[in-house]
């Protein structure tokens, strides 16, 4: 969206839109508990061996 807003629609300048994105930032690392894999290596094993996408393997590894 802020891309979008900048590139696209030229509603933003390039300094609003960096702005932005780094809010959106601190409120997603603020408000979110974001749980990151033990071992991003076996995410990307993972990944390959049963063709699933990253984000998908590294939810099934930090789940079990």
Do not use: F, G, H
């Not at 930032?25 to 508990?33: A, D, G, V």
């Not at 995410?43 to 393997?57: G, P, S, T």
């Amino acid at each position: 969206m802020i891309w979008k807003e900048t590139v696209l629609l030229r509603y933003l300048t390039e300094n609003e839109a960096s702005t932005m994105y780094e809010d959106v930032l601190w409120t997603i690392n603020n408000y979110m508990n974001i749980i990151k894999p033990r071992s991003p290596e076996m995410v990307l094993k993972l990944a390959m061996k049963i063709r699933l996408a990253y984000y998908d393997a590294a939810y099934v590894t930090t789940a079990s």
